[in-house]
């Protein structure tokens, strides 16, 4: 049995990733950033749930003061941010690189004395830093920040692995399910594959990365080769 960490796992990819590791017979540990939501999903799922806003770095460490033993840590919290240079906002800005950035490095600070030399840590990032788009200025930068961290991190903490995985359009997920036919036929067309990416490919990505003892410093691409078109 595994101890396994999932902060931002109360929804999407973060829960699935969760249940899967419940699934497994792990003893699992999800954050979300409210308490109830974050209680009541992992007793959904027989997790164990705590509260923690990755935006607010100082209170992280009390937050996580109940875990105990850390093998594996999954960085899934994320924020959606549309946000524009012409109409640029400071304070939804400042949000997200402290969520990414700061959240998730203090994160790793807090958690390293319960991690041992096997231990492996997953950051999620995301494709707009290959593919950006209008209002993703911030997005994009925090992402690509994602690999700068994730490489200096598995120096940091070597022999513990650090690893970052950049999904791209999660069909299935709930933020890409209920947009129009035709917008995700468009983005499916533009893939060598044909297909998109599903919650299914990432959380076995995410699992791939936390257990092969050889990949170590990586970017993992999860988006069906659609960066290549």
Same mark, same amino acid.
């Given at each position: 049995?595994?101890?396994?960490?999932?902060v931002g796992g109360t929804a999407g990819i973060g829960l699935a990733i969760a249940r899967a590791r419940v699934e497994r017979g792990d003893d699992v540990v999800l954050t979300g950033r409210d308490a109830h939501r974050a209680g009541t999903r992992a007793k959904e799922i027989g997790a164990r749930g705590l509260a923690l806003d990755l935006s607010r770095p100082q209170e992280?460490?009390?937050?996580?003061?109940?875990?105990?033993?850390?093998?594996?840590?999954?960085?899934?919290?994320?924020?959606?941010?549309?946000?524009?240079?012409?109409?640029?906002?400071?304070?939804?800005?400042?949000?997200?690189?402290?969520?990414?950035?700061? %959240?998730? !490095?203090?994160? &790793?600070? *807090? @958690?390293?004395?319960?991690?041992?030399?096997?231990?492996?840590?997953? #950051?999620?990032? +995301?494709?707009?830093?290959?593919?950006?788009?209008?209002?993703?200025?911030?997005?994009?930068?925090?992402?690509? %920040?994602? !690999?700068?961290? &994730?490489? *200096? @991190?598995?120096?940091?903490?070597?022999?513990?692995?650090?690893?970052? #995985?950049?999904? +791209?359009?999660?069909?299935?997920?709930?933020?890409?399910?209920?947009?129009?036919?035709?917008?995700?036929?468009?983005?499916?067309?533009?893939?060598?594959?044909?297909?998109?990416?599903?919650?299914?490919?990432?959380?076995?990505?995410?699992?791939?990365?936390?257990?092969?003892?050889?990949?170590?410093?990586?970017?993992?691409?999860?988006?069906?080769?659609?960066?290549?078109?």
């Amino acid at each position: 049995m595994s101890g396994v960490v999932v902060v931002g796992g109360t929804a999407g990819i973060g829960l699935a990733i969760a249940r899967a590791r419940v699934e497994r017979g792990d003893d699992v540990v999800l954050t979300g950033r409210d308490a109830h939501r974050a209680g009541t999903r992992a007793k959904e799922i027989g997790a164990r749930g705590l509260a923690l806003d990755l935006s607010r770095p100082q209170e992280i460490a009390p937050a996580l003061a109940g875990v105990e033993h850390v093998d594996h840590l999954v960085l899934a919290g994320i924020s959606r941010d549309r946000n524009t240079v012409t109409e640029y906002d400071v304070e939804a800005a400042l949000h997200l690189v402290t969520l990414k950035l700061v %959240g998730y !490095t203090e994160v &790793v600070h *807090t @958690l390293l004395p319960r991690m041992t030399e096997e231990s492996a840590v997953v #950051v999620f990032g +995301g494709q707009a830093k290959e593919r950006p788009y209008p209002g993703a200025t911030t997005v994009a930068t925090v992402n690509a %920040g994602v !690999t700068g961290l &994730v490489r *200096t @991190l598995a120096l940091e903490l070597a022999p513990i692995r650090v690893n970052a #995985v950049h999904p +791209g359009i999660v069909g299935d997920s709930p933020f890409w399910a209920d947009k129009p036919a035709d917008m995700l036929e468009g983005y499916r067309a533009q893939t060598p594959t044909g297909r998109l990416a599903r919650m299914r490919d990432v959380v076995d990505a995410v699992d791939f990365l936390l257990r092969n003892t050889a990949v170590n410093g990586v970017d993992l691409a999860v988006d069906g080769g659609w960066t290549l078109r």
